[in-house]
């Protein structure tokens, strides 16, 4: 059974820092794609960043981020702990969100709308102005 736990969520003030982990178990991590997507209330689901298994998987790079937090936030994985985690700098306010941790074994293209095998429940970021 494959679990995704994430943890690290909470309440910070503008300006502030926020580092989530997501636990994986009953997968090989190392083979997966894995992301974090965050939704709103009233807003979709969207990317934030994907960190590929490979050192090279999309024309040479290894990480995508969405535009929205590019400079700011920080994806990295570590294998020989079946984690990724997700660094969050110079929060603003509208990072307001659930973060949600997805692991995915296809290959298929982050711009795909079945992207994600597995997803974990979620962790709630919020932060003050």
């Known amino acids: 059974q494959v679990q995704l736990v994430e943890s690290g969520g909470g309440l910070v003030q503008a300006g502030g820092s926020l580092r989530l982990s997501c636990s994986a178990s009953g997968l090989t991590f190392s083979r997966y794609d894995m992301g974090w997507f965050r939704q709103a209330p009233g807003n979709e689901r969207e990317v934030v960043g994907i960190?590929?298994?490979?050192?090279?998987?999309?024309?040479?790079?290894?990480?995508i981020y969405a535009n929205s937090v590019k400079g700011r936030f920080t994806i990295s994985r570590d294998n020989a702990k079946n984690t990724v985690y997700l660094q969050m700098n110079s929060l603003k306010p509208e990072d307001t969100a659930v973060y949600y941790c997805a692991a995915d074994g296809t290959g298929r293209s982050y711009l795909s709308p079945r992207w994600g095998d597995y997803w974990g429940q979620g962790t709630q970021v919020t932060v003050s102005s």
């Open positions: 960190i590929s298994w490979s050192t090279f998987s999309w024309s040479g790079r290894s990480t």
